[in-house]
């Protein structure tokens, strides 16, 4: 998953980077409201987490210009006392608030709960073969058994399984998984892979994930079991 966060507090700003990175997601900061805007519309989050108070643009002017080219879900930070900033955003198209200051576990919960209504057409249950994916509850088997990974392996897992079928390169590998620019000096994406591999597929004779070589991997049940 994806997130934009908008919020112009730096420590407020890091600690949801630090925390929702933790959790597996990739985060994007802007620190004011004309760079959420900008993120916003030239970039595709599943969520968007944005202050009301915030320098150059508010955030309702922000949500309004969002919402002109774009019905990503919207989960607005709201001063604790202030309940009109509340229904306004709610009537300017926002879709859930949260009051300051908050419980980190609340925001995941409510994230999870906008990414799941903003996705009623988009089933959270996927199947690759004998390989079942949990979009909601974080987690995967294949032919049954249980895949202990942690939570970036999850992430790129469902990063491919999203796009199963699709060669996906280290850069946006890079970019949504680890919210970095690919540098072609580390060879974080090719480690993580091979672990991913090992846990997906090592034991069974049936590969899933393969490489294409010169242009980057894909998860997909193929009738052959040659790795190209």
């Known amino acids: 998953m994806r997130i934009l966060v908008v919020e112009d507090e730096p420590k407020t700003a890091e600690y949801l980077h630090r925390g929702l990175n ?7 900061v802007a620190r004011t409201g004309t760079d959420g805007h900008v993120m916003a519309v030239q970039n595709d989050y599943d969520v968007i987490v ?25 989960i607005m930070l709201t001063a604790r006392d202030r309940v009109d900033d509340r229904v306004h955003g709610l009537q300017e198209g926002a879709d859930d608030y949260l009051a300051k ?6 925001l995941v919960a409510r994230l999870q709960a906008v990414t799941r209504r903003g996705r009623a057409q988009e089933s959270t249950q996927l199947r690759i073969g004998d390989l079942e ?24 897992l469902a990063l ?12 946006v590998i890079a970019e949504q998984v680890w919210d970095m620019s690919f540098d072609s000096h580390t060879n974080v994406v090719e480690v993580a892979i091979k672990r991913l591999r090992a846990k997906v597929d090592g034991p069974y004779e049936r590969k899933l994930l393969h490489t294409i ?6 998860l997909e049940a193929r009738d052959d079991r040659e790795e190209p």
Not at 101 to 106: A, T
């Open 50 to 74: 944005l202050d009301v108070m915030l320098p150059e643009l508010d955030g309702f002017a922000v949500l309004r210009a969002i919402r002109r080219r774009k019905q990503t879900p919207v």
């Open 101 to 106: 200051p908050f419980s980190f576990l609340e």
């Open 160 to 171: 491919l399984a999203r796009r199963e079928g699709q060669i996906l390169s280290k850069t």
């Open 133 to 156: 994916i949990d979009l909601l509850g974080r987690k995967a088997q294949r032919a049954g058994s249980r895949l202990e990974l942690t939570a970036k392996e999850f992430a790129l």
């Open 22 to 28: 933790e959790q597996g997601y990739s985060v994007d």
């Open 213 to 218: 070589r010169g242009m980057g991997y894909v």
